[in-house]
């Protein structure tokens, strides 16, 4: 079992900042392809990014590459997306989750663990 929880969410402008951040504890983090998705209102759910268990390759969605980058450190346990230029359409609740895997997967349900997630709002 592997708990995560989701942090760094809030308002912000268009063409603004946020980092999330995504801290699990349980099982060995080192273990895990971490993910982003994403669940914009009225939309369904979305990959965002992901990276692998030693950080040697990250992928992420055509919407956000270019401004968003996935990073872990498996000292802290912790798995972080930076958005930059953030746009309105990025506007939605992000959830971390977990994939016992061992490829990046953009499909959500590859993913056995799940955080509360956090919302972002990017007002125009």
């Known amino acids: 079992q592997v708990q995560l929880v989701e942090s760094g969410g809030g308002l912000v402008q268009a063409g603004g900042s946020l980092r999330l951040s995504c801290a699990a504890s349980?099982?060995?983090?080192?273990?895990?392809?971490m993910g982003w998705f994403r669940q914009p209102p009225g939309k369904e759910r979305e990959f965002v990014a992901a990276?692998?268990?030693?950080?040697?390759?990250?992928y992420y969605a055509d919407s956000v590459k270019g401004r968003c980058t996935i990073s872990r450190d498996n000292a802290k346990n912790t798995v972080y997306l930076q958005m930059n230029s953030l746009k309105p359409e990025d506007t939605a609740v992000y959830y971390c989750a977990a994939d016992l895997g061992n490829r990046i997967s953009t499909w959500h349900a590859s993913y056995e663990y799940w955080g509360q997630g956090t919302q972002v709002t990017v007002s125009s």
């Open positions: 349980g099982r060995t983090f080192s273990n895990y392809v």
């Open positions: 990276i692998t268990r030693s950080s040697s390759s990250t």
